[in-house]
């Protein structure tokens, strides 16, 4: 009716998603190189993920945000940059990924915030983080290589710790039969000692006795 020209109705409690990479394209260089990110120890990865979101207010939603979909996107992309900026190679492609995620989440709700978009991040999923195919090759022998010096690491660590103790039982056993043949040797020494002196107190007594 008039004024209202349309009314909207956004669909609130619809969770949508937004893919970041495009692992359908894999071969695809420019792909590549729109996921490529610096990590913290100054390494390349590339990096999927997906961000799943849902209107929290209509109205900014609404008449604050153009495109939405692609205001979450770049977003997203820039939170992704920014966590793993900040986070070793070796950390992002193994024991750190959900918590990468959850970072992820957290500074991408930050900046949407920020600009009174609307929008609530329910979940972000880092679905892929692996060095540039271009160089994969050479960071597996790398990888290979620290795995080598690592075993043979704990290798020598393994044969010291069975040594070292061999060892120091070699050494405590020596001392003590140095120890027992000391004794044995001043015991003998000694018994001798008091066997002279016995016959010399003898001899001092009676010289003739002694002597005959």
């Known amino acids: ?14 969770i949508n998603q937004v893919q970041l990479g495009n692992p359908g394209a894999p071969g695809d260089p420019a792909s590549g190189r729109e996921r490529q990110m610096l990590t913290g120890d100054e390494n ?16 900014e939603f609404l008449f604050r945000v153009n495109a939405p979909e692609a205001a979450v996107k770049i977003a997203a992309e820039g939170a992704l940059r920014d966590v793993i900026s900040r986070t070793p190679i070796q950390a992002a492609m193994s024991d750190k990924r959900q918590q990468i995620a959850d970072q992820t989440k957290a500074v991408l709700q930050s ?46 660590e393994a044969y010291a710790n069975d040594i070292l103790p061999r060892a120091r039982g070699d050494a405590e056993r020596i001392r003590q039969d140095a120890e027992a043949y000391k004794t044995q040797v001043v015991n003998l020494a000694q018994g001798d000692a008091n066997a002279f002196l016995a016959v010399y107190d003898s001899y001092r007594d009676a010289k003739d006795v002694t002597a005959w």
């Not at 009716?1 to 619809?14: A, C, M």
């Not at 009174?116 to 050479?138: F, S, W």
């Open 1 to 14: 009716p008039f004024p209202i020209d349309s009314v909207l109705f956004p669909k609130v409690t619809q």
């Open 44 to 59: 390349i990865v590339e990096a999927d993920c997906a961000v799943f979101w849902k209107i929290r207010d209509a109205g």
């Open 111 to 156: 900046l949407l915030d920020a600009e009174h978009a609307g929008i609530e991040i329910t979940q972000v999923q880092l679905l892929r983080v692996e060095p540039p195919l271009a160089v994969i090759d050479a960071f597996n022998d790398v990888q290979r290589a620290r795995a080598d010096h690592e075993r043979s690491r704990n290798e020598a």
